[in-house]
Each structure stands twice: as C-alpha cells, then as structure tokens.
C-alpha cells in the first residue's frame, strides 16, 4: 500500500513538475548555445562583465524560483491530501499514520531530489563549453591550492550534501505544515511562522555549535593560521549534517504525534 500511496502522490505532482523543470533545462541549452559558448573571456570588457553578471543574476532568479515552486508543491501536496477535505478520504483507507507520513516523505524527497538533479544539471550544461574550460584552466591551479581541493570535487561534495539533507528540508516542510494545522483559524499563516522560526532557532544553534567547536569567526581567521577553504568547509559541513540529523528526527517525531494526536481536517 505504501508503494501506490507514493506512485499516486508522484502521479499527482509530475506533469507541472516536468513542465516548469523541462522549461528551465531548455532555457539552460539555448543559454549555452546562443549565449555562454559565444562568450570571449580572453578579452574582458565592460560590456561583458555586465552581461555576464546580468545572466548570472537572472539565472540565479531562475533556480531559486523552480526551487521554491517544488518546495510549495510538496508542501501543498501534504496539507491537501492529509488535513484538506480530501484527508477525510485518504484516512479511510486501510493505510496507517505512519505509513501515510512515510509516503509522503519519500514522494516529497523524490521531487526535491529530482529539483536538486534538473538544476546542478542545468548549471553544469552551462559552465562545460570549452570557452569557459579553457578560461578557468588559466586559473584552476590557484584556486585548488586555495581550496585544498579541485572545483569538480568540491561540486560533487556539495551536490551530495544537497541530496542528503533534502531528507531533512522535506521533513521540515511537514512539521511546519502539522504544526500549522494546530491553529484552524489560521493554518497557512500558522506553518509559515512554523518554518520561519524552526529555521531561525536552526541558524542560532548553527552559530552556537560553530563557536563551541571552533569554526567561528571564519575562514578569514583560519586562513591565516595555514588552513584551507576545504578544512573550514568540513568542519561546517560535518556540524551541519550532524545538527540536521538530531532535528530531523525530532521533527518526525512531532510531526508523527500531530498527524497521530492533533488531526484537526476541514
């Protein structure tokens, strides 16, 4: 049963999530063809600084709007098959609590894993043409040695990070969708206080465990006793999944008793 609770929840969300996610990888091959691979970097000018920066910031428009959209969809789609008038049906059938949640996050991680995918694809689309390669070769030396590491593993580390906390992000998004659900007059104002707060207690604790462990103040400070961009960066990274790991869980929990204790449906 778990498996059609997904399949359907997938089935449910694919047709806009392939649409705006095709759009992008199109915008990004038409980018690359008519735009990127046509780019002189050996002889900067004024021009091409600010067009380049325009394109930089238009893209990043873009990737955060497809990122927020798929966040907004998996978000939607929990709040109305489990706590809208469409609830009164999925608790009917022979499913329980549990496994109501866990389709959901393993639905909702799918498309944000798929999010995570469609745009680091995109993005290396445009930054492979043999202009830019070639341009960066000129420098990739210096900046391996800046950052103890190759540019190419340190995307393949942070592309792996993203796919391993999106569990988390996807978790979060429920627990503030229960927790919202705990106030009927005003649910969707209720879960965006939810995340907003969750995720500001998370930045406090974020600077407080970088303090105790001795990542704070920053890389400027570590630089200057020999350390690499890449050792400062592990050391975030490694409190950072370690923090998201201990409040996953919790927010499980929560959001496993709400959905258990608290439904309140339309």
């Known amino acids: 049963m778990l498996g059609k609770l997904i399949k359907y929840d997938l089935k449910a969300a694919s047709k ?3 649409l705006l996610h095709g759009i992008y990888f199109l915008i990004c091959v038409v980018s690359r063809f008519f735009y990127m691979d046509r780019l002189n970097f050996f002889r900067p000018d004024e021009p091409l600084v600010i067009s380049l920066t325009l394109f930089v910031c238009l893209m990043t428009l873009l ?14 789609r929990f709040y109305q098959n489990l706590f809208s008038k469409e609830g009164y049906l999925s608790w009917t059938l022979p499913v329980s609590g549990p496994q109501h949640l866990w389709g959901k996050i393993i639905s909702g991680y799918i498309l944000m894993a798929l999010d995570i995918i469609v745009i680091s694809a995109g993005i290396l689309l445009l930054v492979t043409g043999s202009n830019v390669t070639t341009a960066y070769s000129v420098i990739a030396d210096q900046i391996t040695q800046e950052m103890g590491i190759s540019i190419s593993s340190f995307s393949a580390i942070l592309f792996a990070v993203c796919l391993i906390s999106a569990v988390g992000s996807v978790i979060m998004i429920y627990f ?54 890449t050792d400062f960066l592990s050391g975030i990274l490694t409190l950072s999944i370690a923090l998201t790991l201990v409040i996953t869980v919790i927010q499980y929990i929560a959001t496993h008793y709400i959905m258990k204790k608290k439904i309140n449906l339309i």
Do not use: N
């Open 176 to 229: 503030s969708v229960a927790v919202g659900q705990l106030f009927p007059s005003h649910r969707v104002l209720g879960a965006i206080a939810a995340y907003f707060i969750t995720s500001f207690v998370i930045q406090v604790l974020s600077v407080i465990l970088m303090i105790i462990f001795g990542c704070f103040p920053g890389y400027e400070f570590y630089a200057a006793q020999g350390s690499t961009m």
């Open 16 to 18: 806009l999530f392939i």
């Open 63 to 76: 990737i955060s709007a497809l990122s927020i959209f798929t966040w907004l969809q998996i978000a939607f």
